[in-house]
């Protein structure tokens, strides 16, 4: 049984940080791609960041480039998102994603095989 376990999710002020780890289990983690998407109140998901099977490459959405970065540690079967200089508007549900064929660059336009049930992000003014 394949899951997707978020954690590191809360209340932070405007600028400030968190960091959201994912820990997988049931799947060869080590040649999953795998990404972080979100949704906020009253719009569709969106896809926020991915990174490929061996780390090497990473791919991101234009409204977090340079404030997020996307990680994994594949002999934890963990990923990662460092989130800084967080804005209200960065809050909604992250979910974490696994693909064991979508590219890195693909995530953004096709829905992986695999979620996670989400942590909460609240950015506050």
């Known amino acids: 049984q394949v899951q997707l376990v978020e954690s590191g999710g809360g209340l932070v002020q405007a600028g400030g940080s968190l960091r959201l780890s994912c820990a997988a289990s049931?799947?060869?983690?080590?040649?999953?791609?795998m990404g972080w998407f979100r949704q906020a109140p009253g719009k569709e998901r969106e896809f926020v960041a991915g990174i490929s099977w061996s780390g090497y490459n990473t791919y991101g959405a234009d409204s977090v480039k340079g404030r997020f970065t996307i990680s994994r540690d594949n002999a934890k079967n963990t990923v990662y998102l460092q989130m800084n200089s967080l804005r209200p508007e960065d809050t909604a549900v992250y979910y974490c994603?696994?693909?064991?064929?979508?590219?890195?660059?693909?995530?953004?336009?096709?829905?992986?095989?695999?979620w996670g049930q989400g942590t909460q992000v609240t950015v506050s003014s």
């Open positions: 994603a696994a693909d064991p064929f979508i590219s890195v660059q693909a995530m953004g336009t096709q829905r992986p095989r695999y």
């Open positions: 049931g799947i060869t983690f080590r040649t999953y791609v």
